[in-house]
Structure formats: C-alpha cells, structure tokens
Nanobody, 122 residues
C-alpha cells in the first residue's frame, strides 16, 4: 500500500510559479511511475505529467509542455511538479498518483493522493 500526500498548492498571479510536492509513505516509490493529474471545477480529470521510476522518461500534456517540469527524488520518496508561467486555465485541484507503468491514463494508476488546490488569478 502506498499513501500519497500532495502539498505546495495555493493562490498565485498569472505568470507566477508554484512547486507541488507529493510525498509517499508505506512503500518506496522507486518501482513506480508517478503522474500528476488535475481537475478543474465542472471538468473531467485530465493528465498533466508523468515520470518513469528512473526519472529519465517523462510525458507532458500539450497544454503544459514547456511550462511544467516533473521530477522525482527516490531517496526522499517524493515527486515534484514545477509549474512556471501559470495561467488562469491552470486553476484546478492537482493530484499525484502512482502506477506500475508510465501512462497518461488515469485508470491505470493504482494509488492517488487527496489533492492540492491551485488557483491562478488573472
């Protein structure tokens, strides 16, 4: 069993930056791919970014490519999402998740955190 806890969300102005963290407990993350997803009010959950256990393979949604960076520190059992040049449309609850395979499909993730809220004001 893996427990995931996100942190780092908050209110930021458009153009600003935030770094989200996802800390794991219960089991090491080193054998899992990790993903970030988001869900805006009234919208479906969408894929944001994913990173393979080794950190050398990453996927990004087109909407965040070039602005967001996913990374991981397996020694700290933590995954990060650095978000730069934030836009109002990035406003959402952000969730991290763990999967045995790197994928953009939410249904293929086994463990989920409770989420952290990000609000970008214009």
């Amino acid at each position: 069993q893996v427990q995931l806890v996100e942190s780092g969300g908050g209110l930021v102005q458009a153009g600003g930056s935030l770094r989200l963290s996802c800390a794991a407990s219960g089991r090491t993350l080193s054998s899992y791919a990790m993903g970030w997803f988001r869900q805006a009010p009234g919208k479906e959950r969408e894929f944001v970014a994913a990173v393979w256990w080794s950190g050398d393979i990453t996927y990004y949604a087109d909407s965040v490519k070039g602005r967001f960076t996913i990374s991981r520190d397996n020694a700290k059992n933590t995954v990060y999402l650095q978000m730069n040049s934030l836009k109002p449309e990035d406003t959402a609850d952000y969730y991290c998740a763990a999967s045995r395979r790197i994928t953009i499909k939410g249904r293929e993730y086994d463990y989920w955190g409770q989420g952290t809220q990000v609000t970008v004001s214009s």
